[in-house]
């Protein structure tokens, strides 16, 4: 999960990323969730299929992201 949160924070920041880094934290957040698939909390997983980044880390930090045009 601290992985999870490392690559979310580069991505939903990239004003901060050094060149390079959002591409390449882009790809390894789509390997952690092929890796991780069975350990990541379905609504969790769920967001970041859908690319839904900011609303991974509202729901990490404990709130309740908006609902999207697919209802959840």
Not at 45 to 59: D, G, I, Q
Request: include cysteine; charged fraction near 30%.
């Amino acid at each position: 999960m601290d992985e999870i949160k490392s690559c979310l924070q580069v991505i939903t920041n990239p004003k901060d990323a050094k060149p390079g880094e959002f591409r390449e934290t882009l790809a390894r957040l789509d390997i952690l969730l092929v890796q991780e698939k069975e350990n990541i909390h379905p609504r969790l997983r769920h967001f970041l299929e859908k690319r839904s980044y900011l609303k991974a880390v509202t729901w990490i930090e404990g709130g309740s992201p908006e609902k999207g045009i697919c209802g959840q």
